[in-house]
């Protein structure tokens, strides 16, 4: 089995959060988001897939790092700050700032960590279950936090001295502030659905290409062993391929074509939640 990770085995004290992390309500349907929206402008953004973390602070200095724990009690992780990208340690704020953010791990470093753990049972299900783990660990392992690339990527602004009422605004304000935001687009309920659907084309391509470049980089490649003719015969079979090479030239050349042909016709129609089935 694989490790699931849990964020409450750390060795913080358990402490309540200052403004509860609650979760929010789901849907699967554009429908109802539409519904929801009404009138208003509102902002659609990534659900990110890590860990949730609460960061406070008081008079431009970081003061605490809290684990969601079960959205009421966290575990303080402070002391593992430092080795968490995107957690400044002062900001120009001088007030009470309390900012929730998502501790992720990317696909690149969970693959490459997955692959140095040689016992099946060791490894990690998920990258999220891999930021779990990796914010369980204690004072003795901040290196290996270091290592594991863990982000904290603000997406809530949950308090602030300072009169902000959008939550753009607010979102914004961090950026200016130094923090990893979330990436987000302004939108409404007319457009909601061509703004999901070109999120949606986006995340498509992205995991086309990595699953190209993953198995790209991951193919065994024929190595000569030793001179026999065997061996010989098997290199230039691999070297002579080339009924494979042109199949994988075709291949390649028809996700160019279907691609190109998706944003002509998305663009020409605006059907963007429609349109995405040509894959």
Same mark, same amino acid.
């Given at each position: 089995?694989?490790?699931?990770?849990?964020?409450?085995?750390? &060795?913080?004290?358990?402490?309540?959060?200052?403004?509860?992390?609650?979760?929010?309500?789901?849907?699967?349907?554009?429908?109802? @988001?539409?519904?929801?929206?009404? &009138?208003?402008?509102?902002?659609?953004?990534?659900?990110? =897939?890590?860990?949730?973390?609460?960061?406070?602070?008081?008079?431009?200095?970081?003061?605490?790092?809290?684990?969601?724990?079960?959205?009421?009690?966290?575990?303080?992780?402070?002391?593992?700050?430092?080795?968490?990208?995107? !957690?400044?340690?002062?900001?120009?704020?001088?007030?009470? @700032?309390?900012?929730?953010? &998502?501790?992720?791990?990317?696909?690149?470093?969970?693959?490459?960590?997955?692959?140095?753990?040689?016992?099946?049972?060791?490894?990690?299900?998920?990258?999220?279950?891999?930021?779990?783990?990796?914010?369980?660990?204690?004072?003795?392992?901040?290196?290996?936090?270091?290592?594991?690339?863990?982000?904290?990527?603000?997406?809530?602004?949950?308090?602030? =001295? &300072?009169?902000?009422?959008?939550?753009?605004?607010?979102? =914004?304000?961090?950026?200016? @502030?130094?923090?990893?935001?979330?990436?987000?687009?302004?939108?409404?309920?007319?457009?909601?659905?061509?703004?999901?659907?070109?999120?949606?084309?986006?995340?498509?391509?992205? !995991?086309?290409?990595?699953? !190209?470049?993953?198995?790209?980089?991951?193919?065994?490649?024929?190595?000569?062993?030793?001179?026999?003719?065997?061996?010989?015969?098997?290199?230039?079979?691999?070297?002579?391929?080339?009924?494979?090479?042109?199949?994988?030239?075709?291949?390649?050349?028809?996700?160019?074509?279907?691609?190109?042909?998706?944003?002509?016709?998305?663009?020409?129609?605006?059907?963007?939640?429609?349109?995405?089935?040509?894959?």
């Amino acid at each position: 089995t694989s490790h699931s990770g849990n964020e409450m085995d750390g &060795e913080g004290e358990k402490e309540a959060h200052e403004y509860p992390a609650l979760s929010l309500a789901k849907t699967k349907k554009v429908e109802e @988001l539409q519904d929801w929206a009404g &009138e208003r402008d509102i902002w659609l953004s990534w659900k990110l =897939d890590g860990s949730t973390l609460v960061a406070t602070y008081d008079g431009g200095a970081l003061t605490r790092v809290l684990t969601r724990g079960n959205g009421t009690v966290g575990t303080n992780i402070t002391y593992m700050a430092s080795a968490i990208r995107g !957690i400044p340690a002062k900001i120009s704020d001088k007030g009470h @700032l309390v900012v929730r953010g &998502e501790a992720t791990i990317s696909y690149a470093d969970f693959e490459a960590i997955n692959d140095t753990l040689e016992d099946a049972d060791d490894r990690y299900a998920n990258p999220r279950n891999l930021a779990a783990g990796t914010l369980a660990l204690d004072k003795t392992n901040l290196d290996k936090v270091k290592e594991r690339n863990v982000t904290f990527n603000a997406f809530t602004l949950v308090h602030t =001295d &300072e009169v902000i009422r959008s939550w753009g605004a607010r979102m =914004d304000y961090l950026d200016r @502030l130094g923090f990893t935001t979330v990436e987000r687009e302004e939108t409404d309920a007319m457009h909601l659905p061509d703004a999901i659907g070109a999120c949606g084309l986006f995340v498509f391509i992205a !995991i086309a290409t990595g699953i !190209i470049i993953y198995n790209s980089m991951t193919k065994p490649r024929y190595t000569k062993m030793d001179d026999t003719f065997m061996e010989d015969f098997k290199e230039w079979k691999s070297k002579n391929d080339t009924n494979k090479q042109a199949m994988r030239a075709i291949k390649s050349a028809l996700w160019v074509f279907i691609t190109a042909l998706y944003f002509v016709i998305s663009f020409t129609t605006m059907a963007w939640h429609i349109s995405w089935v040509i894959f």
